[in-house]
């Protein structure tokens, strides 16, 4: 089975593509995540022609827009980085995810260097040419920068937000589109709906009880919208004890007074911070594995991506 297709900087695959004729290596990418994703690789500055070595560019702010712009000197790239872009976008639709290169003038997410037209220093509010571009056709697509994967929480939060939009593209969008295939998807992923924000929870429920109100197309965009900002929102300990506490209403019928005991002490410990979520969520799985639950065998939230990754064993 191939991976995952998630598009990624060049330079983050050890490719000395940099204008320094460098790289910027990210083993994580090439040594954990490549065996999950297959990774489609780009460098908007090689692809418009700038050669390796090559001068430094930068954004300047011009009354028209952003240009693109050598650090010494006046050389112009902004039409040939946008007719790349242009031309590059339609490509990218069956991608599940993009890691980006931090500060990069063509492929930084956030706080990019932005200088007036004279070239000096204004501030650093900017993005990428081709990360915003990007950004705006594919509103949907999970985008991380791979400094911030170090981070436990934003690695998680990413890897999470890429399987559950593979998951809607491979079994809801376009031509999978039914009343059924969309209600098995926020079946599927309610647990971890409820985990990441309540209230957009609160709001999906609803907005799918009538699917005659509208054409269904429609309400599958306004809802895969919906799922999408509510799985950007980091999920608190608190959050995800809620969850699980909603969880145990199912499993506690197939279970001892001890076991159950057992499961509500871990999770009061993950509350406080004392153990990571893997502990209280492996005894969730063993409680179902147990006496089965289907409404619970198709969660999720208790398996959202391969448990080789390792990822709920730091938050």
């Known amino acids: 089975m191939s991976g995952i297709p998630v598009g990624i900087s060049t330079c983050l695959l050890g490719k000395e593509v940099r204008h320094d004729g460098g790289h910027k290596h ?7 995540l490549s065996k999950h994703f297959e990774f489609c690789s780009i460098c908007p ?6 050669g390796v070595p090559r001068p430094a560019i930068h954004l300047r702010e011009h009354e028209d827009g952003l240009h693109l712009i050598e650090s010494k000197g006046t050389k112009d790239h902004t039409q040939p980085m946008q007719d790349f872009i242009q031309q590059v976008l339609p490509s990218l639709e069956n991608l599940r995810g993009y890691i980006l290169m931090a500060k990069s003038p063509s492929c930084g997410m956030e706080r990019i260097k932005i200088h007036n ?32 994967l170090h981070d436990d929480m934003l690695r998680e939060n990413f890897i999470e937000r890429v399987f559950a939009y593979d998951d809607w593209m491979q079994n809801v969008a376009g031509d999978q589109l039914t009343k059924q295939s969309l209600l098995e998807f ?19 429920g609803p907005m799918l009880a009538d699917l005659k109100s509208e054409p269904l197309a429609q309400i599958a965009e306004r809802y895969i919208h919906g799922f999408m900002e509510a799985m950007t929102q980091k999920v608190s300990r608190g959050s995800h004890v809620n969850a699980m506490q909603h969880l145990l209403g199912y499993l506690k019928d197939g279970m001892s007074a001890e076991e159950k005991t057992v499961l509500l002490e871990q999770i009061e410990a993950y509350r406080r911070g004392e153990i990571p979520l893997v502990v209280p969520m492996t005894l969730l799985r063993l409680a179902q594995r147990k006496e089965p639950v289907d409404y619970l065998h198709t969660q999720k939230y208790l398996t959202p991506y ?4 390792g990822l709920r064993n730091n938050v």
Do not use: N, W
Request: aromatic share 8%; hydrophobic share 35%; with cysteine.
């Open 26 to 32: 990210s083993r994580y990418c090439t040594q954990v």
């Open 45 to 50: 500055e090689l692809e418009v022609g700038l």
């Open 117 to 148: 037209a004279e070239g000096a220093f204004m501030h650093r509010d900017g993005r990428g040419m081709f990360a915003d571009a990007l950004m705006k056709a594919y509103p949907l697509m999970p985008v991380e920068e791979e400094g911030r």
């Open 186 to 204: 926020h079946q599927r992923h309610k647990f971890t709906l409820l985990a990441h924000s309540e209230k957009i929870y609160r709001q999906l």
């Open 306 to 309: 391969p448990d080789e990754l």
